[in-house]
């Protein structure tokens, strides 16, 4: 693969509240390359709301959704390459965050649930697992990462 750059525009003003005081919005827009706008903010369970938003991405959401959803985009390649026909797939990815022994927050496990449905004949469990470990492989995601990423298909 040639050299890439993937850019995002992240947009926040203050809204005329308390900065000082720490009474600001933490809501912001992701804007990208392609036109998409995505409402954004701290998550409410770190900061609560009025000064978060829960309809909105948070970060640490963001995270797993881009793990989960490159892990998928490799599956689905190399099931094609394979001669599957997949017709749907669903996952339930969540994150995990704890604190290192010196008191610093992370996503240490993302778990994907991949559940699959395919055309035709029904691949063995062991081709799936072998399909996701190789999607695990080549993610450009999760090869970026320290975050321990569990693969549980259903």
Not at 13 to 35: C, E, N, P, Q
Not at 120 to 134: E, I, N, T, W
Request: charged letters at 20%.
């Amino acid at each position: 693969m040639a050299h890439a750059t993937h850019d995002a525009t992240i947009e926040w003003s203050l809204d005329g509240a308390d900065f000082a005081k720490g009474k600001y919005t933490r809501m912001h827009i992701w804007s990208f390359d392609g036109g998409a706008r995505i409402p954004a903010s701290a998550a409410p369970q770190i900061v609560p709301v009025p000064y978060s938003d829960p309809g909105s991405v948070d970060p640490e959401e963001a995270f797993v959704a881009a793990i989960a959803s490159c892990h998928m985009l490799w599956f689905l390649s190399l099931a094609q390459q394979q001669g599957l026909i997949v017709l749907t797939y669903l996952d339930r990815a969540q994150g995990r965050m704890e604190r290192t022994d010196a008191g610093v927050s992370w996503v240490s496990t993302v778990t994907l649930r991949p559940k699959i449905q395919v055309s035709g004949d029904q691949p063995g469990p062991d081709v799936l697992a072998r399909l996701h470990s190789a999607a695990h492989a080549q993610c450009y995601i999760a090869n970026s990462l320290k975050t321990c990423i569990e693969i549980l298909p259903e």
